[in-house]
């Protein structure tokens, strides 16, 4: 439509789509309505299949009317969750937690512990569990305390250097050099062993 024509409609108070007073163009029933090609029928496609059965269950009115109303509040939380997300003090307190962990990887990445404080010292952990479990040893009779302390630990197997360890005593107060080698011995046993070099050591 030409400028001139527009102002010619708008002069006249018309409408511009169908050049009729009493309604702007935006308002047109023209444009919100549409047209049926046979006389007195609604416009739209048949269908002969369709049957409506009257016997089908419809719940009462208030029911649906319940549960539209809860529907449309549920309706309403989750557009605000998407909307606006997750409250701002639970986001932060997240994001602080998401940046500690990360400064503290970075931390054990720059300064790796020893494996042996990582994983246990797997060695020295059972050498130290069976002399715990088959005690008592020579000397433990000069120790008049020794049967009050049985129930705490008693032996710690250190490694000291590449190839031994060193068992600690705390009744005895004995320290025991112990090598690596006979560790790594299938069947080495060691309370056996232990109990020796404790007589030798006490002259028991």
């Known amino acids: 439509m ?19 007073p009493g309604h702007l163009s935006r308002n047109c029933p023209k444009t919100s309505t549409v047209t049926s090609k046979k006389k007195g029928k609604p416009p739209g496609i048949s269908s002969n299949a369709a049957t409506i059965t009257e016997d089908e269950d419809l719940p009462p009115l208030q029911e649906v009317s319940d549960s539209e109303s809860e529907s449309s509040v549920l309706d309403a939380q989750d557009q605000e969750i998407l ?32 494996r042996a404080h990582r994983i246990g010292d797997i060695l020295g952990e059972s050498a130290a569990a069976l002399l715990e479990f088959l005690q008592p040893f020579p000397g433990d009779e000069r120790v008049s305390w020794a049967d009050e302390r049985r129930d705490t630990r008693r032996f710690e197997v250190i490694r000291v250097s590449e190839d031994s360890y060193e068992i600690h005593d705390s009744f005895l107060g004995e320290m025991t050099l112990l090598p690596l080698a006979f560790l790594k011995v299938p069947h080495f046993q060691i309370a056996r062993w232990y109990a020796s070099i404790l007589a030798q050591q006490l002259d028991v």
């Open 2 to 20: 030409s400028a001139e024509r527009r102002n010619e409609l708008l002069a006249k108070g018309l409408c511009f789509t169908c050049e009729e």
């Open 83 to 114: 909307v606006y997300g997750e409250p701002t003090e639970t986001f932060e307190s997240r994001l602080r937690l998401w940046e500690r962990a990360i400064v503290e990887q970075e931390r054990r990445l720059q300064n790796p512990l020893p």
